[in-house]
């Protein structure tokens, strides 16, 4: 069984840094990409960053590209996301994605984890 | 960046009955990279419908997906208390890779 469990969330003050986690297991990582994903009630769900299976490749939306990093490591069944600069509107459940494809285009997503929230507040 | 359009917002339906969920892209999806998810309430998403039409593992039959272009469909069949939820579609062809706002499905 496929399963994606997400920890790294909280509370953090705008301007600051957050690294989330993603532990796979169920299948075999090193032939998928992973995606982060994330939901938040004003803006829906919204894809966030995908990175190929060997980490050859890596995709964000623009939103965050410059302040979020994507990467894995394939021995450890993980994957990450670093935040830097927070902002209000970057306050969401963000869900690691199992991709479809080996690399994170087409950003097809099979399965999801439970997600883990990030609150950004003064 | 491809805009998908959800309708309707809201549909209310009585077990048994069928429904038609539609969604409509601002540009062209090449290749029918369009792939629709349930979300049921404090669950997260599901995949359904990958490539327009192709039902993903274990998906009950009631469920299809069809149309190409800007312009796609999903189809229920039979409703279910059980199908209570929310339907996003989602191109997965370009980057930026967009959802729909969604469609809440009711069933009493």
């Known amino acids: 069984e496929v399963q994606l469990v997400e920890s790294g969330g909280g509370l953090v003050q705008p301007g600051r840094s957050l690294r989330l986690s993603c532990a796979a297991s169920g299948f075999i990582f090193d032939d998928y990409a992973i995606h982060w994903v994330r939901q938040s009630p004003g803006k829906g769900l919204e894809w966030v960053a995908g990175?190929?299976?060997?980490?050859?490749?890596?995709g964000y939306a623009d939103f965050v590209r410059g302040r979020f990093t994507i990467s894995r490591d394939n021995a450890k069944n993980s994957v990450y996301l670093e935040m830097k600069s927070l902002r209000a509107e970057d306050m969401a459940l963000y869900y690691c994605a199992k991709g479809s494809y080996g690399d994170y285009a087409p950003a097809l997503v099979d399965h999801w984890g439970q997600g883990t929230l990030v609150t950004v507040s003064s | 960046e491809v805009v998908l359009t959800q309708s309707p917002g809201t549909l209310s339906l009585s077990p048994g009955e069928s429904a038609a969920l539609s969604c409509r892209a601002s540009?062209?999806?090449?290749?029918?990279?369009l792939a629709w998810y349930q979300q049921k309430p404090g669950q997260a998403p599901r995949l359904l419908i990958h490539g327009a039409s192709t039902r993903a593992t274990g998906v009950p039959d009631r469920f299809s997906g069809s149309g190409s272009g800007t312009d796609f469909i999903l189809h229920i069949t039979r409703l279910e208390p059980e199908d209570l939820a929310v339907y996003y579609c989602?191109?997965?062809?370009?980057?930026?890779?967009?959802f729909g706002p969604g469609t809440k499905v009711d069933v009493k």
């Open positions: 989602q191109q997965y062809s370009s980057s930026p890779f967009t």
């Open positions: 540009h062209s999806i090449s290749g029918r990279y």
């Open positions: 990175i190929s299976r060997r980490s050859l490749s890596v």
